[in-house]
């Protein structure tokens, strides 16, 4: 992997990742752009003790323009776009209109490919894998901001998700604090620890897993599946076999076979409703354990915590969607249409 570092015309960083060691990136963001201004601010919730953040000039963010218009295809001749080069593998950007910036974080666009009219799931495996060093660069480079606390890798897939751009892209949001999500995790991961004299809930979770009749598929080094309680009509939890806190532990053996295992889920989720359906939208989120302090967790450090993927869809069956109504938006209690245990079944059916 070769990797160029480089500045837009409005001063955001822009950074080419390629197969390559031979790849020149030199060319010049043409476009006469002004610094971008943000309006993000972090408020406290202080009857839910989470956060919010306020970013009110993402009411003027590009909102589905036309494939000839697309800003994260590759700038040709006078048609200009986020990437001055003509070509690209993977390509990451700051957001031009980020949800945080400054002392409240960062956000990056991350392109897997130049390709307008692609999804992750038609990569080829190298190309995956390059995505995934991407991912893993990026974790690492933010962590060191001192306003960044935990890094989130994911991609938003589909119209119905609320995706704006069509292109192949996906996010990363470098947070300020750590997340609810990731809190009550490391809160039940400390109860546990302490209940069972020192068992990891991460490892009891899995081992159950695979012992079990949720498993979608399983490779040497990852195993997939859709967990007990899952909240989605469609979701499968992806860990490597040897826990680790973050993308910047996985090993080689992890990284390899990565790909082979991730394509796969992703092109099930695409056969799931059958021939003739439009692609399966959904959301891939990374879970990765934040880089501050921990000392609120008692007794649980960052090694304690899992590195893994969440794959989902909001589509419960064909031609309908599954929306966060009363129980779920207003008192967070989902509710779930397909026994896991069916979900699970049916990505296996489905498999190539």
């Not at 197969?19 to 043409?30: E, I, P, Q, Y």
Request: hydrophobic fraction near 35%; charged fraction near 30%.
């Amino acid at each position: 992997m070769k990797k160029t570092s480089t500045r837009l015309a409005d001063g955001r960083e822009l950074i080419y990742y390629d197969l390559r060691d031979d790849t020149v990136r030199d060319a010049v963001d043409r476009r006469p752009l002004e610094r971008t201004v943000t309006t993000s601010e972090i408020r406290r919730d202080p009857l839910l003790g989470d956060a919010v953040a306020v970013a009110s000039h993402r009411q003027g963010r590009t909102y589905h323009p036309p494939a000839d218009e697309c800003p994260l295809c590759p700038s040709r001749g006078e048609r200009l776009s986020e990437i001055p080069d003509a070509s690209y593998d993977v390509v990451v950007f700051e957001n031009r209109f980020p949800s945080l910036a400054g002392d409240s974080g960062r956000c990056e666009v991350v392109c897997f490919t130049s390709d307008h009219h692609a999804s992750f799931a038609d990569l080829s495996e190298e190309q995956a894998r390059l995505v995934l060093d991407a991912w893993t660069d990026r974790t690492a480079e933010l962590s060191h901001l001192p306003s960044v606390e935990q890094v989130f890798c994911f991609e938003n897939r589909g119209a119905e998700i609320g995706v704006t751009l069509g292109h192949p892209h996906g996010q990363i949001y470098a947070y300020p604090f750590t997340t609810p999500r990731t809190a009550l995790m490391l809160r039940s991961l400390a109860a546990h620890k302490e209940a069972t004299g020192g068992e990891n809930l991460f490892d009891a979770v899995v081992e159950r897993e695979r012992a079990g009749e949720r498993v979608v598929l399983e490779g040497e080094h990852w195993v997939a599946f859709v967990p007990y309680a899952a909240h989605w009509p469609y979701e499968v939890h992806l860990y490597p076999k040897r826990r680790v806190p973050d993308l910047l532990g996985l090993d080689e053996a992890a990284r390899t076979e990565f790909p082979q295992v991730y394509l796969e889920l992703l092109r099930r989720f695409d056969r799931i409703f059958g021939e003739g359906e439009p692609p399966t939208p959904y959301i891939a989120a990374w879970h990765q354990a934040p880089f501050g302090t921990l000392e609120e967790f008692d007794g649980v450090g960052r090694d304690d915590f899992a590195l893994h993927l969440e794959l989902f869809t909001i589509r419960r069956t064909s031609g309908k969607l599954k929306f966060l109504a009363g129980s779920e938006s207003g008192m967070s209690v989902f509710i779930n249409d397909v026994p896991p245990e069916r979900a699970a079944e049916r990505l296996r059916e489905v498999a190539s």
